[in-house]
Nanobody, 120 residues
Framework: VQLQASGGGLVQDGGSLRLSCTAS????????MGWYRQAPGKQRELVAL???????TYEDSAKGRFTISRDNAKNTVDLLMNSLKPEDTAVYYC???????????????WGQGTLVTVSS
């Protein structure tokens, strides 16, 4: 399973960005899909998660500003980020928990990371 993320960049305080991630390769099924971020000097943290059924979970600071969505037919997960703040600056990683074949256990796969920079 390979993940390709896109959509990062430089945006001003209060601006918006949409991150997209596509899973490809040998995929039997995808369970949860999510976005994590890692700011300089900090640990990677969960930003938003969406289950195969569409249930969502958000990190507290993301609630009301970020929206995660997925397209199961296309194996994509998007993160729409509004009202961005300088403290949102980080490398954002997409993550999926997927089974490559019906005989494999669910495994976490990670994208390459995309940098989001919010200027004040």
């Amino acid at each position: 399973v390979q993940l390709q993320a896109s959509g990062g960049g430089l945006v001003q305080d209060g601006g918006s960005l949409r991150l997209s991630c596509t899973a490809s390769g040998r995929i039997f099924s995808i369970n949860a899909m999510g976005w994590y971020r890692q700011a300089p000097g900090k640990q990677r943290e969960l930003v938003a998660l969406i289950s195969s059924g569409g249930s969502t979970t958000y990190e507290d600071s993301a609630k009301g500003r970020f929206t995660i969505s997925r397209d199961n037919a296309k194996n994509t997960v998007d993160l729409l980020m509004n009202s961005l703040k300088p403290e949102d600056t980080a490398v954002y990683y997409c993550n999926v928990r997927a089974m490559a074949t019906m005989f494999r256990s669910p495994t976490d796969y990670w994208g390459q990371g995309t940098l989001v920079t919010v200027s004040s």
